[in-house]
């Protein structure tokens, strides 16, 4: 069983629609849980991340990490072509290497 | 801010010869991480270094992976012999602090072996 869970689409939606997006993990010691986009042939960028439970809003975007679930999510609101993009879930312990272990990443595609 | 320099961007070997990668992390970043990332998938750890001394390399194959980070600056990841398997992205990342709340990754070099 894999650390980080993500289901890899693709996901097709129409201009404006919202996207929710998600992961589940296994590792109970994840504290610290990220999103990054990552456009074609380009290294990941971090859009946001939250630490532990709960929600954080960014303009259009909202993360939300459930850990009684082992469960996070990314919101988008009216999507935007500029969206399309891969979307990596990641995230790291607070304790040991404290490495950033990835998701498979989803593939979003915003059609105009 | 200068972003992590990746060289080269491209790189076609044959099977069984070596290759090498070179990172030059963000000034000031302590954590510095390599990344192999295969078409289609999320991007695999396979070493993490803490200034100049490893932290994780558990994902490293290390009977034909190699990397250092010099003076816990710039680091290089060699590949020697290549097998076809090894064709992926590779990534480099730095961090400031381990804990990696925010990683910067380079461009990534893409290796083709044939």
């Known amino acids: 069983q894999k650390e980080v869970e993500q289901d890899p689409g693709p996901l097709s939606v129409p201009e404006g629609a919202i996207v929710s997006l998600n992961c589940t993990y296994s590792?109970?010691?994840?504290?610290?849980f990220m999103w990054y986009r990552q456009y074609s042939r380009k290294g990941p960028e971090l859009l946001m991340y939250t630490y532990s439970s709960g929600n954080k809003e960014d303009g259009r975007f909202t993360a939300q990490v459930d850990k009684s679930s082992k469960y996070i999510s990314l919101f988008i609101r009216d999507s935007q072509p500029s969206d399309s993009a891969t979307y990596l879930c990641?995230?790291?312990?607070?304790?040991?290497?404290?490495?950033?272990?990835f998701g498979q990443g989803t593939r979003l595609t915003i059609n105009p | 801010e200068a972003g992590v320099a990746q060289s080269p961007r491209y790189k076609i070997i044959e099977k069984r010869q070596s290759v090498a990668f070179w990172c030059n992390p963000i000034?000031?970043?302590?954590?510095l991480y390599w990344y192999q990332q295969i078409l289609g998938q999320g991007p695999k750890l396979l070493i993490q270094f803490q200034n100049n001394g490893v932290v994780d390399d558990s994902q490293l194959p290390k009977d034909r992976f190699s990397a250092e980070r010099l003076k816990g600056v710039d680091s290089t990841l060699k590949i020697q012999p290549a097998k076809l398997e090894d064709s992926a992205v590779y990534l480099c990342?730095?961090?400031?602090?381990?804990?990696?709340?925010?990683?910067?990754f380079g461009q990534g070099t893409r290796l083709t072996v044939v």
């Open positions: 000034s000031g970043h302590a954590t």
């Open positions: 990342a730095s961090s400031l602090v381990r804990g990696a709340t925010e990683a910067f």
């Open positions: 990641a995230m790291s312990a607070l304790v040991g290497a404290q490495k950033l272990v």
């Open positions: 590792n109970s010691a994840f504290q610290y």
